[in-house]
């Protein structure tokens, strides 16, 4: 693999269906390997709970790629979201054993 690009992905459901055979999947403009992390799923997102995923694909080393990710319910695309390039480096990543867990959406006071 030549760089490595992960993408933090938070998917809510504000609706007051579930939304079932839920999927993430992260694509580079670039990518090489089909990395094993490309694609998150889980089961089903109860309305008023979100998920974040840590999605990875495989880039070329030391290039600004655009990125995009497709958000699935089963054969169903619900979003698609680009960004022209991963620069921005995050320091409060999810803790790992958050990553992939339903939880009630925060609320702004």
Known sequence: MGEVTDAFVTIRN??????????????????????????KCIPILAPGYQATFKLTVDTTYEQKTPIQVDVNSGASLLLRVGE?????I???????????????IATVP
């Open 14 to 39: 504000p609706t007051s269906s579930d939304i079932a055979d839920l999927c993430a999947t992260l694509y580079a403009l670039d990518e090489g390997r089909p990395h094993p992390d490309k694609t």
């Open 84 to 88: 022209p390039a991963c620069t921005e």
């Open 90 to 104: 995050g320091v409060l990543a999810p803790a790992p054993d958050e990553l992939g867990v339903p939880k009630p």
